[in-house]
C-alpha cells in the first residue's frame, strides 16, 4: 500500500489514499462479507437448521412433479410413512401428490410438515 496522507477539513481529519488502494481495500471488504456470509450458512447447515436442495429435486419440480412426493421420496417415506407422520390417511397423501386437493387445505399443509 501506499503511504497514505492526512488532511484536515473543517476540524475533521480524512485520509487521502491512491485510488488503486482504496479499490483493492473495498475489494477485501467485499471478499471479507462474503466469507462471513458463507461460514454463516456452513454453521447453519452444520446445525441442521437449513440444508441444500439437491439438483435433482430441482430438476423435477421443473418438469411439474408434485412438490409433496419429491420431497417425500428425497426423505425416504412411504405414503404410508408420510401419512403417520403427518396424521393423515395414505389417501390423502395419495389425492395430494396426485394434485386433487388444494395445497392451502389444512391436511396438505399438515403432510407438508411431516415430510
Known amino acids: 500500500m501506499s503511504i497514505i496522507e492526512k488532511i484536515t ?13 482504496l479499490q483493492k481495500l473495498m475489494d477485501d471488504a467485499e471478499m471479507l462479507a462474503d466469507v ?3 461460514d454463516s450458512v456452513k ?5 441442521g437448521e437449513d440444508e441444500l436442495i439437491p439438483l435433482e429435486i430441482t430438476e423435477r419440480r421443473i418438469t411439474g412433479e408434485s412438490p409433496a412426493k419429491i420431497w417425500r421420496e428425497h426423505r425416504g417415506l412411504t405414503q404410508e410413512g408420510l401419512a403417520k407422520a403427518s ?7 395419495a389425492a395430494i401428490e396426485a394434485g386433487h386437493k388444494n395445497r392451502r387445505h389444512r391436511h396438505a399443509e399438515e403432510a407438508r410438515r411431516g415430510a
Do not use: C, N, Q
Request: aromatic share 8%; proline share 4%; glycine share 8%.
Open 43 to 47: 454453521g447453519r447447515l452444520e446445525r
Open 9 to 21: 477539513r473543517k476540524g475533521k481529519e480524512f485520509a487521502v489514499i491512491p485510488v488503486d488502494d
Open 87 to 93: 396424521k393423515v390417511s395414505r389417501a390423502m397423501i
Open 36 to 38: 462471513k456470509a458463507y
